[in-house]
């Protein structure tokens, strides 16, 4: 990555002012450029203001926002710092004189009145002033806000200019359309009538925007080039770049331009993380709903995406990527291509179920347990308080295993092994059918920017070899050495984590086995004729809640070990934390499952010589009919459970709440939530949302219901139908969520779905694997 320090800055005008008089310039500098203001903005372009899209001349649109805290001063002072109008060259000279005149670390001498300023915060303001500095020597211009209606919170509004855009696209070798097109043609006309019948069959299923329209005619992408701006249409340079473009744009000059007040460099991530900054996000298009809601790409998208009226529909994965950028649009995009692979796999999983249901009367082994002239006498399910039974009163329990264990799930677990290889494939081909569409074939993914922990790290070990040999040294970097503390402790907590799981699944068959022997003492015949099923259900929901607890708490423990290891880069941080994370949620939800399939039951004895836990409890045996019930109970609690509470009432109940509890902080709870919304400008609004935290929860749900799903699916064939009836609702409420509860997320370029795809193709071959041993392990343990 080339560094910041190659460009030059951009020449402004006016710089050579003589500095007479600082207060006296600033207040009629105020002054005259309010009246202009005032003066030359039409009764439209102010609505257009005062709704936070653009800077206060209503031209220059607002690419970028960052947040910080503000102290509001006392006097004259509080209304000069709380002008909302943009730096001339004259304001940006008088300041840049005065930082440099400033001392660089030293703390401010008391004022007149005697009025101290904290440290801490004066250190964040001289900070934000340099850095603020740079940005503009970068060339991009910047508006403060601090007297809004969000009291606590100032607003540094960023716009990119043309020549900036220019400069970016080209570092960043962005790919845009020139003015020449090409035709696309059909190989055959054969092929051209087949593919125009079956577009006007799916048209009803389209989603009603310009990206789903099918063109002959498409222009050439090329990267982009000052050199060569003749190649491409710059008719409209105001549309020319996106708004995700823009933003994506200026984000990468935050993160390359740096804070050196400091003892050590620090970019934008390192001014979050230590609270220079509160926020840093890019604006979204406009409103959604209401009178003020003019035609925009999110608008659109909450219509024709968001709605859960168009649940019938295909996704607008050209809108979402050109929206939201290509990382993201993979993700709905593979969403969409799991969905639909699920249909096909729940009308045979249905079928299998109903063919259990209309052979069970024909179940030869149904029948002979059902059969009471045989009057076979079981032994004892429990020493002491359980008597001996008759096999005739497990008819039920026999029956209804029929519908989950006949012959067609032997089918069924083949066909699944298929459909998950089949299921790769396709979504590998429709990946590099995007990757085309998307102008992404010659992309390769540059060298992230170091994290701002592993720079302090760095800063760390260099300032200890400093001290010690008295003297600069070279360039440092983190070793093996170095991390080889966080790996043994990576290692350590790990399996201490597995082994809590395996503890807590230990409990429950301990639970399983002591309320077994404690309902068959109960005087209450009902209550002893339905042991077996309240001690199956009543286990799988202790189970349920086990998980749910867990996967927040590994989730937890996975980010803090991950920061431990101090990787150098985002993406090395993500894949490192989504392995811990996957390894230990997997382990989570299917431990009590691999449990039931492969070892309960196998660990028991024999009458006279059985085996013992704790040389007090008896281990507890399969079901009359196979531990195939079981396990389809087990699958099926836990799957729905997932699904319904943390999936769907966690998504939709938390971010609400975490959004009231902020208006609650923000002090304006005097205000009607109408009324507020209606005096909130673009990037109040936006702040007020929900930090976006990326894919990974949403990749890791459905990987954990594509295990369900694959491994396990012959002791529930109904899994695929009910996680399709599941993603049919997650698609809405994540696009809902997306566009009118998170904040707009930094557009960021990817070609594939990462690491994500080795988990996915792990799981299909574990798949194979564990359906076959599936079928050999429901053996019947009468």
Not at 123 to 130: G, I, N, P, V
Not at 528 to 537: A, G
Not at 706 to 723: R, Y
Request: charged share 25%; net charge positive; hydrophobic share 40%.
């Amino acid at each position: 990555m080339m560094k910041a320090e190659r460009y030059s800055a951009i020449p402004s005008k006016e710089k050579e002012v003589d500095i007479i008089n600082i207060k006296g310039i600033e207040e009629i500098g105020d002054i005259q450029q309010n009246s202009i203001l005032l003066n030359s903005l039409t009764p439209e372009e102010t609505a257009q203001c005062r709704h936070g899209l653009y800077f206060q001349d209503g031209e220059r649109r607002v690419d970028y926002v960052l947040t910080y805290q503000v102290k509001k001063p006392s006097g004259s002072r509080a209304r000069r710092h709380s002008s909302r109008f943009t730096d001339n060259a004259l304001t940006r000279s008088l300041r840049r004189t005065r930082t440099q005149e400033r001392p660089t670390r030293q703390d401010p001498e008391p004022g007149p009145q005697g009025v101290s300023t904290d440290h801490h915060e004066d250190d964040k303001r001289f900070r934000r002033e340099e850095f603020e500095g740079n940005l503009r020597e970068m060339g991009l211009e910047l508006e403060k806000d601090e007297d809004t209606k969000t009291p606590g919170v100032g607003f540094v509004k960023i716009h990119a200019p043309w020549n900036v855009l220019c400069r970016e696209a080209e570092f960043m070798k962005l790919k845009m359309p020139t003015k020449k097109v090409y035709e696309v043609k059909q190989s055959s006309s054969v092929m051209e009538k087949i593919n125009t019948f079956i577009s006007k069959v799916t048209d009803p299923l389209h989603p009603n925007v310009e990206e789903n329209r099918v063109e002959n005619v498409k222009h050439l992408s090329y990267p982009f080039s000052r050199e060569k701006q003749h190649l491409f249409d710059l008719s409209d340079r105001e549309s020319f770049f996106d708004s995700k473009t823009r933003g994506s744009i200026v984000f990468e000059v935050l993160k390359r331009t740096k804070c050196t007040k400091s003892q050590f460099s620090m970019g934008i991530t390192s001014l979050l993380g230590s609270g220079v900054y509160l926020a840093a996000y890019p604006l979204h298009d406009g409103d959604i709903d209401g009178e003020n809601a003019e035609p925009n790409d999110r608008k659109l998208l909450y219509e024709e995406w968001a709605s859960y009226s168009v649940f019938y529909k295909y996704q607008p994965v050209g809108l979402i990527r050109k929206y939201f950028g290509e990382k993201i649009g993979l993700y709905f995009a593979w969403l969409g291509v799991y969905t639909q692979m699920l249909i096909p796999a729940s009308i045979v999983g249905v079928i299998v179920f109903l063919y259990g249901c209309v052979t069970v009367d024909d179940d030869i082994p149904s029948m002979e347990i059902c059969d009471s002239r045989r009057n076979i006498t079981m032994c004892p399910l429990c020493d002491r308080a359980c008597s001996y039974w008759t096999l005739s009163s497990a008819c039920g329990t026999a029956r209804a295993s029929h519908l989950f264990d006949n012959p067609a799930t032997v089918f069924f677990s083949i066909y699944m092994a298929l459909w998950a290889a089949f299921f790769m494939e396709h979504w590998k081909r429709r990946q590099m059918r995007l990757n085309y569409e998307w102008d992404l074939t010659g992309f390769e993914e540059e060298e992230d920017h170091p994290r701002a922990e592993y720079e302090f790290r760095v800063m760390q070990k260099s300032l200890k070899k400093e001290q010690k040999a008295q003297k600069k040294p070279e360039k440092e970097k983190l070793t093996c050495r170095d991390r080889c503390p966080a790996y043994m402790t990576n290692v350590v907590m790990m399996l201490l984590m597995i082994g809590v799981t395996f503890a807590i699944v230990f409990g429950v068959i301990l639970y399983r086995i002591s309320t077994k022997a404690a309902l068959h003492m109960s005087s209450n015949p009902t209550t002893r004729s339905n042991v077996r099923l309240t001690v199956k259900t009543t286990a799988a929901i202790i189970n349920l809640v086990v998980i749910l607890i867990l996967d927040e708490v590994y989730g937890a423990v996975a980010r803090w070990l991950t920061v431990l290891e101090v990787p150098k880069t985002d993406k090395s941080f993500e894949e490192r934390l989504i392995f811990k994370t996957f390894i230990l949620k997997f382990v989570n939800a299917f431990t009590p499952i691999i449990y039931i399939a492969f070892f309960r039951g196998r660990l028991v004895g024999r009458p006279g010589s059985y085996l013992y836990v704790f040389e007090s409890y008896r281990m507890e045996e399969c079901a009359h009919g196979g531990c195939l019930m079981e396990l389809c109970i087990q699958l099926s609690i836990t799957m729905l459970g997932k699904q319904l509470i943390q999936n769907n009432l966690f998504e939709i109940g938390i971010p609400k709440l975490k959004k009231l509890i902020r208006y609650i902080k923000s002090k304006r709870s005097a205000f009607q939530e109408e009324e507020r919304e209606k005096k909130l400008q673009r990037y109040e609004t936006d702040y007020f949302l929900e930090p976006f935290a990326g894919l990974t929860p949403e990749y890791m749900e459905m990987i954990i219901q594509f295990g369900f799903v694959t491994l396990f699916v012959a002791s529930f064939p109904l899994a695929p139908l009910f996680a399709l009836l599941n993603n049919i609702i997650e698609i809405r409420l994540d696009a809902k969520k997306f566009v009118a509860e998170l904040r707009r997320p930094d557009a960021a370029r990817a070609k594939d779905i990462g690491i994500w795809y080795n988990i996915l193709r792990g799981v299909a071959k574990i798949a194979v694997i564990v359906n076959r041993l599936g079928e050999r392990g429901a053996v019947y343990c009468v």
